[in-house]
């Protein structure tokens, strides 16, 4: 398993930009799907996005598609999440998870991630 840290959270009033990152230690990010998910305040935690293990092909809710844009880079063993035209529905605790990239090719379930990190804290407000 990987070991992640997400980080990039913040503040950002509607209609503003972040990145979000995580970094990953271990062996394994380059042989593993990653995602990231998010969890508003009392409602269940959701799929955002996804991409395969090279990078070649990405998966978004349609609640961010068009919006948000993931992409990784396996020698720095990060993963990102390009946040644009963010809307107050976007905050959330967002975090980081990943899956093995070789039994999950674009993997949107909860159950498909075997590794996650702590979240990071996105605010956006009106």
């Known amino acids: 398993q990987v070991q992640l840290v997400e980080s990039g959270g913040g503040l950002v009033q509607a209609g503003g930009s972040l990145r979000l990152s995580c970094a990953a230690s271990g062996r394994t990010f380059s042989s593993s799907s990653m995602g990231w998910f998010r969890q508003a305040p009392g409602k269940d935690r959701e799929f955002a996005a996804s991409i395969t293990r090279g990078g070649s092909s990405t998966i978004y809710a349609d609640s961010v598609k068009g919006r948000f844009t993931i992409s990784r880079d396996n020698a720095k063993n990060t993963v990102y999440l390009q946040m644009n035209s963010l809307k107050p529905e976007d905050t959330a605790v967002y975090y980081c998870?990943?899956?093995?990239?070789?039994?999950?090719?674009?993997?949107?379930?909860?159950?498909?991630?075997?590794?996650w990190g702590q979240g990071t804290q996105v605010t956006v407000s009106s």
């Open positions: 998870a990943a899956a093995n990239g070789y039994l999950f090719l674009r993997p949107t379930r909860e159950a498909e991630f075997n590794s």
